[in-house]
């Protein structure tokens, strides 16, 4: 049974739809005669060790729907990994503030986080139900159909590839756009979601579940302008030559990580000048451009899916019931139900060592043969999750004019 004081804190990378699941946990939790309040603990566990509290139970239900609509991290967040002595400091502030449920909305590092929390409470005698609810923009959960904040990211992605080939169509040359992803294709995958003519780009897709070669790389470049004058390019920032290094590690003079000892891609550039230079220096086009997304596809405004908004709610919703019905730690899971118009989630509770720490990446169902474009599977896959309002480019149909100068 849900009671007592509870606690809720986001960690990891922030998402577009990150703060619904925040306040789907709160009102949901309001329900429930036999919880006193809820806290919220600012940046992530880091908050909790300093007693870095808002005491969300007096937070109004109108300002709880605002801020459920704005992107980010509304508590902040942090990428901080808890060793045991970290938890016992945790431990130390959940006991005195008598906190018995925990709540922790993030990705497979944070899920980590939470399985480690609860591993050392059960060690201690510490009674404390860990609860963790999905949230990535990599979309690279285990268990999972998918995770929320992955259909937001992925319709700026798809809408931001339909204006650059636009762009690209107008003035051709090459582009090439660099997309966060460091195992998992799911997000650079997206940027096809846009195409509606046989010619649209991205006209190459590169995701680090395929090897990369340079080599191949400039040829497909070179037969893709030979044929339409233009080449749109979607690169993922994990992709990596056979050896299994990173092209992008390849460039930088001192690489840093996190506390999870994940190597940090997205703060540069480097990865787009270096493709970019490479088909400048071993091809005779000279209009070539290249991009780094970066941050923007973690929480753009004005381009959120109402299905993701709608998940991301439900998960949080869902975490609250599961912790007072079930009374077990867990991970709250989406499961598909139905493809097109059947589409539908069922939300279930899985056990935390099947999710933490772990990475899904994308099927071979889902990447073509030739290793540089995605499937219609695909496409089924995460046309419903992004909803039915994506944009559409259109193109004049008018015929041409007969020229009459002989020049």
Same mark, same amino acid.
């Given at each position: ?11 990891g ?13 709160v009102?949901?939790a ?5 919880v ?22 007096r ?45 922790y ?16 409470a ?10 963790h ?9 285990t ?71 340079? $080599?191949? &790389? !400039? %040829? @497909? ?16 920032? #994990? ?6 290094t990173l092209?992008a ?43 780094t ?27 609250v019931?599961f ?10 899971t ?5 493809d ?11 056990p ?5 720490g ?5 099927? $071979?169902? &889902? !990447? %073509? @043969? ?16 992004? #909803? ?5 480019a ?14």
């Amino acid at each position: 049974m849900l009671q007592g004081r509870i606690l809720v804190a986001q960690g990891g990378g922030p998402t577009a739809v990150i703060n619904q699941s925040l306040a789907g946990i709160v009102l949901e939790a309001r329900k429930h005669a036999a919880v006193d309040t809820v806290y919220g603990a600012l940046h992530g566990v880091s908050g909790i060790v300093d007693e870095n509290f808002l005491d969300l139970g007096r937070e109004s239900a109108a300002n709880l729907e605002q801020v459920a609509a704005t992107p980010c991290s509304a508590l902040g967040s942090t990428r901080d990994k808890p060793d045991a002595a970290y938890c016992a400091e945790i431990f130390k502030s959940l006991r005195a503030h008598q906190i018995q449920t925990f709540f922790y909305i993030g990705g497979n590092d944070s899920s980590d986080t939470l399985r480690i929390l609860a591993e050392e409470a059960k060690a201690v005698g510490y009674p404390l139900r860990c609860v963790h609810i999905p949230k990535t923009i990599d979309n690279d959960l285990t268990v999972n159909d998918h995770t929320p904040g992955y259909p937001s990211a992925a319709k700026f992605v798809a809408s931001a590839f339909a204006g650059i080939n636009l762009d690209n169509r107008a003035l051709q040359g090459v582009y090439v756009g660099v997309i966060m992803g460091r195992h998992a294709g799911f997000l650079t995958a997206a940027a096809a979601l846009g195409r509606r003519f046989d010619d649209d780009g991205p006209h190459l897709v590169y995701l680090p579940e395929r090897t990369f070669s340079t $080599d191949a &790389f !400039i %040829a @497909d470049v070179r037969r893709v302008h030979d044929r339409l004058g233009r080449c749109v390019v979607a690169v993922s920032e #994990g992709i990596h030559d056979a050896d299994g290094t990173l092209v992008a590690a390849t460039l930088a003079k001192k690489l840093e990580t996190d506390a999870h000892g994940n190597v940090q891609l997205s703060g540069s550039g480097a990865l787009a000048d270096l493709l970019t230079d490479t088909i400048k220096s071993n091809t005779p086009i000279k209009r070539v451009r290249g991009d780094t997304f970066g941050y923007l596809q973690r929480s753009f405004m004005g381009c959120v899916s109402r299905v993701d908004q709608a998940e991301a709610r439900a998960a949080g919703e869902n975490g609250v019931r599961f912790a007072d019905s079930l009374a077990r730690d867990g991970s709250v899971t989406l499961h598909r139900t139905g493809d097109g118009a059947d589409y539908g989630i069922e939300f279930k509770l899985s056990p935390l060592d099947d999710v933490a720490g772990k990475t899904q990446v994308m099927a $071979d169902r &889902f !990447i %073509a @043969d030739c290793a540089t474009d995605v499937t219609p599977a695909f496409i089924d896959y995460l046309r419903p999750l992004v #909803g039915a309002d994506m944009p559409t480019a259109h193109r004049l149909e008018a015929p041409r004019v007969e020229k009459i100068l002989d020049r």
